[in-house]
């Protein structure tokens, strides 16, 4: 006892001086300003932010102290018993060492995390944290929080500064896109009008098009070979003797005869059309065979034969768009896939682009970041999340290495030593770890259908939460700094 004493009395004298340090300790150690033992309504309410935060910890790797504390100050705003900070503040750190023990090996830290970061960031947020108290007496609260929004709010838009151009380019085009649109509306109905007999339009041609595989002319598509599964890339290209014409000998029974005859076969493919050649005739009665008004006694003109040469080649160009479509549309899992594994590429590249003694310098002065500013208001995370940003880590990476700083919980060696832990609260430490627990898993499965936009997205989202909360605080609807 003796010796923890003289530690205390040492940290008064290094923190705070004599009198203000003696009070301080004084009302930290005469129950922590606790209160009594929190209320069946208190933990409902903890746990539940417990919950949702574990769950972001799970998809990116941080985020826990974030959304718990919104859903703290959120309850207390609506008048409910949420607790004083300083039990949400530890039932927090409780839950995150207990439930980030299995979200070690579900993010597999021991591959993915970055060591330099991991090694360089709990170090020096320990040394920073009780210079953050020294700067919170140095400096009023809600004016370092006011300061620390306005430069979160300022790095998240350098940060982001490449998506927000491009929302701002695709709402300038959707703005101005409508020709009409300064006319307040009044022809609206006529806009519509227009699009609707635009798609009638689109729609008949389509028709029609298809008509012509009705046509006997085009009866040669399901025949035998390779065009038994009615595949519409059966259209045929014209070559040297395009010109010719049908053969009047034999009427419409010689045309069609000519058409079905079995020695037509498939030879290859040439700019979406496929080129049917005659074996048993000579190429001078290669004949186009796709014609709308075939009589067997009916020559047509350099002309109509130009139109139906238009036709086929319209026809051969919406069968391959068809086919195109539809293998996208079956390599469309596969392609998000390879997607999300070029990202993760890209992210250990960008790793790859520094040093040992690089990393661990950027990740030395994002935990100095963190621990001034979590002793100086409580919330630590937005340094972090910066520093990811700026290094365009890859989603496993920062995973497993917040995994790793997760499990360092060095505050709750100062919350045992100013008696902050009671037994009375069991129940609550209890509850927080099993919500903690449940919203990791949960989490650790969505993120598994999450690509690394959407990742990026949920990052940029926790960092607009942090920036709200300090924004609040500032402006004293909260008191982050208690």
Not at 237 to 243: C, F, K, L, T, V
Not at 311 to 322: N, S
Not at 398 to 404: D, L
Not at 405 to 424: C, E, H, N, P, T
């Amino acid at each position: 006892m003796d010796g923890v004493s003289a530690a205390m009395q040492w940290l008064q004298h290094l923190l705070f001086g004599s009198s203000q340090g003696a009070q301080l300790l004084s009302v930290m150690v005469a129950d922590a300003g606790l209160g009594g033992p929190p209320s069946l309504e208190t933990i409902i309410i903890l746990s539940t932010g417990l919950f949702l935060g574990s769950i972001a910890m799970g998809i990116c790797g941080f985020g826990t102290a974030i959304i718990h504390l919104c859903v703290w100050g959120i309850a207390g705003a609506l008048g409910y018993d949420a607790g004083p900070l300083k039990l949400a503040v530890i039932a927090c750190s409780c839950c995150m060492t207990i439930s980030m023990v299995p979200f070690f090996f579900l993010a597999n830290a021991t591959k993915h995390a970055v060591r330099p970061l991991a090694i360089s960031i709990p170090l020096c947020k320990a040394i920073a944290a009780p210079l953050g108290a020294v700067v919170l007496k140095l400096l009023p609260a809600r004016q370092l929080e006011a300061v620390v929004a306005a430069l979160m709010l300022s790095l998240m838009l350098l940060l982001n500064r490449q998506q927000l151009l491009a929302w701002c380019q695709g709402l300038k085009q959707w703005w101005l896109g409508s020709s009409c649109r300064h006319d307040g509306g009044a022809c609206g109905w006529q806009c519509k009008e227009s699009s609707e007999a635009d798609v009638r339009s689109e729609d008949s041609s389509s028709e029609l098009r298809l008509a012509l595989l009705a046509d006997e002319g085009a009866e040669y598509i399901f025949n035998d070979g390779d065009f038994s599964d009615g595949s519409l890339l059966g259209f045929l290209s014209s070559d040297d003797s395009a010109d010719d014409a049908l053969p009047s000998g034999g009427g419409a029974d010689g045309a069609e005869g000519h058409m079905r005859h079995p020695s037509h076969k498939q030879q290859h493919c040439t700019d979406g059309a496929v080129l049917i050649q005659d074996q048993d005739l000579d190429t001078e009665d290669r004949r186009p065979l796709l014609d709308s008004d075939v009589t067997g006694s009916t020559y047509h003109s350099a002309a109509d034969h130009n139109n139906r040469q238009l036709q086929m080649e319209a026809l051969a160009e919406d069968a391959l768009v068809l086919q195109l479509g539809d293998a996208d549309d079956e390599d469309a899992g596969s392609s998000q896939s390879q997607s999300d594994q070029e990202d993760e590429v890209h992210g250990e590249e960008a790793l790859l682009k520094h040093s040992f003694w690089g990393l661990f310098a950027i990740g030395a002065v994002a935990g100095l970041a963190t621990g001034l500013l979590g002793g100086a208001t409580g919330i630590s995370g937005p340094p972090m999340m910066l520093m990811y940003a700026y290094l365009n880590a890859s989603k496993s990476a920062v995973r497993g290495t917040n995994a790793v700083m997760a499990m360092v919980q060095d505050q709750l060696i100062g919350y045992y030593m100013f008696g902050m832990l009671r037994w009375s609260d069991r129940w609550l430490y209890a509850a927080a770890a099993g919500c903690g627990a449940a919203g990791l898993i949960v989490g650790h499965s969505l993120q598994k259908v999450m690509g690394q936009q959407h990742f990026r997205a949920v990052m940029t989202v926790l960092m607009l939460l942090c920036f709200v909360l300090m924004s609040l605080s500032a402006a004293g609807v909260l008191n982050l700094a208690e």
